[in-house]
């Protein structure tokens, strides 16, 4: 006990203990629902207690935004880029111990954990920049003496619901592009990770007190699912930003369009590798390693899938049965761990489950397929030989379970890419540019990330992330995904002494 203590003892640098409220209300830290615990997905051990929110909580939090929105969405673009360009530096200055606590509490390994921190104040860096680029376009008019261009104001309030396998980063996506459009922010983190969203509204609490403005443009609440039913039932909060699987999005976006809200979605992945006859195999080794047993198979960009042509597919699956071999399962915090915990023991009882309904098909585990005896959630990275037309294939297990099968064509690789119902992310090794161009083309793949000779994961924040069908189409982060976040009005001024009508028309 007394190592677990002292193990623990970083979290104070970040301003949590041992028990801690939960809820970031109108500039105060105040709690009134039940406590829960935090636990540590490597041991299972209690890391700390979090008083969570209840719906009362949440009403004061949200009248409290409500007035502080006005104040924000009048404060000049670049101003409001500068306390952002601060978030990031108060960030920087924490990432160590910030990292570490993504590491411990969700469960992905340090390396990880650091870098999901990191790409918080990069998103900060990259609103900074953007806070001078929200333009609109001119527009030629048809009539004389008259101006037609483009205006862009903040939508109000913007609700960010994260999960729990990025429990900071997607908050970055979100919260760094809505505050410098004017919006002010209500997030409700994952249930599961409490104290990463603590310390991280600590950081963002401590920016916006120390310029004298209301805490209350950035609103927290840590709690359940009635958290995240009050925010998508919430005509106050125009944007709802939610990330989770597609079962529980298609209910949100259906709660939050029956009240002409706008709702922007990151929902399931079931991301495929395809690897063509002519590609570089041991670049390909590598990524399939990385892209499906990092983060333990739980990001949403995991590679799920594996299509190998026939002619590579023996030597290509030899080398990366190999490789899963060798890779160190662990405590994510020890040095040369690659792969962590799953999430919770829930997390690995739907593990069996899908390890059972691949064996009740008869299909071949080549690698892998079982739980670890630990008092942690730790599996083992899975490769199973299986046909395309197998239901299984179909689904989202979250976990490292990598799907392995052959082709012969590149219409046919396209096709089983393009299968499921979810199209997140999606790559393919080849060297021939018209396999690339075919690829990328409006033929080819249909996911919202088409990538060529890199893994289906570790996207960077510069492009628009997203995906098509049962992944939700929303997108974030880069690109132009900032106009999401605001609200376009056309306007038309006409600064001459006659009224021209438009398409030429005589009235009167």
């Not at 939508?155 to 396998?165: D, E, K, M, Q, W």
């Not at 459009?181 to 509204?201: E, F, H, Q, R």
Request: with cysteine; aromatic share 6%.
């Amino acid at each position: 006990m007394g190592s677990e203590s002292k193990s623990l003892e970083f979290l104070k640098e970040i301003g949590l203990g041992s028990s801690n409220i939960g809820c970031y209300i109108n500039g105060q830290w105040k709690a009134t629902g039940s406590s829960v615990t935090s636990r540590n997905p490597s041991n299972n051990q209690t890391i700390a207690e979090v008083t969570e929110a209840t719906l009362q909580d949440y009403e004061e939090g949200l009248q409290a935004c409500s007035e502080a929105t006005k104040l924000w969405m009048t404060v000049p673009a670049p101003k409001r880029g500068e306390i952002v360009r601060q978030i990031g530096d108060a960030l920087r200055a924490k990432l160590d111990p910030l990292g570490r606590l993504v590491a411990l509490e969700m469960g992905k390994i340090l390396p990880e954990g650091i870098g999901e921190v990191q790409e918080i104040i990069d998103m900060c860096d990259y609103a900074v920049g953007l806070s001078r680029q929200l333009n609109g376009s001119i527009i030629p008019s048809e009539r004389p003496d008259h101006m037609m261009f483009e205006v862009w104001n903040p939508l109000g309030i913007v609700g960010v619901i994260t999960a729990f396998n990025f429990p900071c980063a997607v908050l970055g996506w979100n919260a760094c592009i809505a505050l410098v459009c004017g919006n002010s922010v209500v997030w409700k983190g994952a249930p599961t990770t409490p104290l990463v969203t603590i310390a991280v509204t600590k950081l963002v609490a401590e920016v916006l007190e120390r310029n004298k403005l209301p805490g209350a443009i950035f609103t927290s609440f840590c709690g359940g699912a009635e958290i995240g039913r009050a925010i998508a039932k919430d005509t106050r909060i125009p944007l709802v930003s939610f990330t989770g699987s597609s079962k529980v999005g298609m209910m949100v976006q259906q709660t939050v369009n029956e009240r002409f809200g706008k709702c922007l979605l990151e929902l399931s992945g079931n991301n495929a590798i395809i690897v063509m006859d002519d590609a570089d195999i041991k670049l390909v080794v590598r990524s399939v390693l990385f892209a499906a047993v990092g983060t333990a198979g739980q990001r949403c960009t995991t590679c799920r899938r594996l299509f190998l042509h026939e002619s590579i597919y023996t030597n290509v699956l030899d080398q990366l049965i190999g490789l899963y071999k060798q890779v160190k399962i662990g405590n994510p915090l020890e040095k040369g761990t690659l792969v962590g915990p799953l999430h919770t023991r829930t997390s690995v009882e739907n593990f069996q489950k899908g390890i059972s309904v691949i064996k009740s098909q008869a299909w071949k585990i080549l690698t892998g397929g079982s739980v670890l005896e630990s008092e942690g959630n730790f599996v083992q990275p899975t490769i199973v030989e299986i046909s395309p037309d197998a239901p299984v294939v179909k689904e989202e297990l979250f976990g490292p379970v990598l799907y392995v099968m052959k082709f012969q064509t590149l219409e046919e690789a396209i096709a089983l890419n393009n299968s499921v119902p979810q199209g997140l992310s999606s790559s393919i090794f080849t060297q021939r540019p018209e396999t690339i161009f075919k690829w990328i083309g409006p033929r080819g793949s249909d996911c919202g990330i088409v990538n060529v000779n890199i893994p289906t994961n570790g996207a960077e924040i510069g492009g628009a992330f997203g995906g098509e069908k049962a992944t939700g189409g929303g997108r974030e982060a880069g690109s132009d995904s900032w106009k999401q976040y605001m609200r376009r009005s056309t306007c038309t001024i006409n600064y001459g002494s006659e009224l021209p009508l438009a398409q030429g028309i005589n009235f009167g």
